[in-house]
């Protein structure tokens, strides 16, 4: 079955980064592309980008541009999201899920970042 | 890109149907057949339950259906049952600014 599992929860002081990773089973990883999205405390959702896993093609939210980089690592079918200068704004869950159909098919189980000095 | 927008919230009673409406402009919703919609319980992540407008992913429940006209895409649940109570987004891909996906505003859903 599909499953992605995603890196445990982090607090980072504003200004740092962090980098969440999201590994994928159950399909062929380079088949199909990585969507990541976010939610902050009470908000909705909020695409952030997407990544070929097949080529390493990405297309970013306008708004997070400069600051984010999204990787995949096909020896271990393991996608991954950089996100740089922290803010307290980016307190949120993050979530990766796989890209099909222009839309996101499974889902990861969230990583809790939280954004605090 | 602005979020499309959706109703705050729907409510309805067991074996009711209710319709959300997802708001965008022709650069999104009303341009491409490109329209999904999410479902998500508290503490959860979401859930595709409908993707190119009235697709039904493989498991989900023939109440649930998609639609568009215009700008404005629809989700409709039919038969309400307990377990629909949750939160719902609709999500386009848009072609204003960069290219690439938009969210709705999300809307609640109550069982009465």
């Known amino acids: 079955q599909v499953q992605l599992v995603q890196s445990g929860a982090e607090v980072k002081k504003p200004g740092a980064s962090v980098k969440v990773s999201c590994k994928a089973s159950?399909?062929?990883?380079?088949?199909?592309?990585i969507s990541w999205v976010r939610q902050a405390p009470g908000q909705g959702l909020e695409w952030m980008g997407w990544?070929?896993?097949?080529?390493?093609?990405?297309n970013y939210a306008q708004k997070l541009q400069g600051r984010v980089t999204m990787t995949t690592d096909t020896s271990t079918s393991t996608a991954y999201m950089e996100l740089r200068s922290l803010r307290s704004d980016d307190t949120a869950v993050y979530y990766c899920?796989?890209?099909?159909?222009?839309?996101?098919?499974?889902w990861g189980q969230g990583t809790l970042v939280t954004v605090s000095s | 890109q602005s979020a499309l927008t959706q109703p705050a919230s729907v409510s309805g009673s067991p074996g009711q149907s209710i319709t959300i409406s997802c708001t965008g402009t022709?650069?999104?919703?009303?341009?491409?057949?490109?329209v999904s919609w999410y479902q998500q319980h508290p503490g959860k992540a979401p859930k595709l339950m409908i993707y190119?407008?009235?697709n039904r992913p493989s498991g989900v429940s023939n109440r649930f259906s998609g639609s568009k006209s215009g700008n404005t895409a629809s989700l409709t649940i039919s038969g309400l049952q307990a377990e629909d109570e949750a939160d719902y987004y609709c999500?386009?891909?848009?072609?204003?600014?960069?290219?690439?996906?938009?969210f709705g505003t999300g809307t609640k859903v109550t069982v009465l």
């Open positions: 990544i070929s896993a097949y080529n390493g093609n990405t």
């Open positions: 159950g399909y062929t990883f380079t088949s199909y592309g």
């Open positions: 899920a796989r890209a099909r159909r222009n839309s996101e098919d499974y």
């Open positions: 022709s650069s999104d919703v009303g341009g491409y057949n490109y």
């Open positions: 190119e407008v009235s």
């Open positions: 999500s386009s891909y848009t072609s204003s600014s960069t290219q690439g996906y938009v």
